[in-house]
């Protein structure tokens, strides 16, 4: 059975510092690592996508992509409140079609 | 950039009844939608999977009688919950995909309670 396996949390960080969030996939044949930020009672938004191992920024977001450890990272470097949320790790299906989602992991940014 | 446009945001609904969401893509062609449902302070569970002009397909343990969902054009994608029942409470979000592209863009969901 696919699985997308993450630390449910909650990470608590103080504000400035680097959060790191982890995830796990199953499913070898697997292309396609999204990284999505979900507030409480909204739709998921989307933070990173990658498609290649090593490592990809964009602003103060990080992505990093191991597919021999099966492995996906989300780096985010001077977290603020406003980063405050559940990040949800989603992986696409070896059919290429669905995205299957991690529980996720709720962090906390203080102030 | 891609935007899906999910209605209603929100539906309160007696048990028994039947409640449609609809899921538009407005402006691209979306060849594969996909509902998910998300309980409180869960992941979001992949329903089923439709292509444009197809039967969708069900994931296991989702009854293909209960949530049927219609996918007519490129454009529009429906789920209706039939017979509602309180466990059917839940956040329903709809995500849609152009045709060839990597990209998923979500609807803004919609919170359905049935009471």
């Known amino acids: 059975q696919k699985e997308v396996e993450q630390n449910s949390g909650p990470l608590s960080v103080p504000e400035g510092a680097i959060a790191s969030l982890n995830c796990t996939y199953s499913?070898?044949?697997?292309?396609?690592f999204f990284w999505y930020r979900q507030y409480s009672g909204k739709s998921p938004e989307l933070i990173m996508s990658?498609?290649?191992?090593g490592d990809k920024e964009d602003g103060r977001f990080t992505a990093q992509l191991n597919k021999a450890s099966q492995y996906v990272s989300l780096l985010i470097r001077d977290s603020q409140p406003s980063d405050s949320a559940t990040y949800l790790c989603?992986?696409?299906?070896?059919?290429?079609?669905?995205?299957?989602f991690g529980k996720g992991t709720t962090l906390s940014v203080s102030s | 950039g891609a935007v899906v446009s999910q209605h209603p945001s929100w539906v309160i609904c007696k048990s028994g009844t039947s409640v449609k969401i609809e899921c538009r893509s407005l402006?691209?062609?979306?060849?594969?939608m996909f509902w998910y449902r998300q309980f409180p302070k869960q992941s979001l569970m992949l329903m089923a999977t439709?292509?444009?002009?197809?039967?969708?397909?069900?994931e296991q343990g989702v009854e293909k009688d209960k949530f049927l969902i219609n996918h007519a054009s490129l454009t529009l994608s429906t789920l209706t919950v039939t017979s509602a029942h309180p466990e059917d409470s839940s956040f329903y979000i709809c995500?849609?995909?152009?045709?060839?592209?990597?990209?998923?863009?979500f609807g803004s969901g919609t919170r359905l309670t049935v009471v």
């Open positions: 989603a992986v696409n299906n070896q059919a290429g079609t669905a995205l299957i």
């Open positions: 990658i498609y290649s191992n």
């Open positions: 439709s292509n444009e002009g197809s039967k969708a397909t069900y």
């Open positions: 402006d691209f062609q979306a060849t594969t």
């Open positions: 995500s849609a995909r152009e045709g060839g592209g990597y990209g998923y863009t």
């Open positions: 499913d070898r044949g697997s292309q396609s």
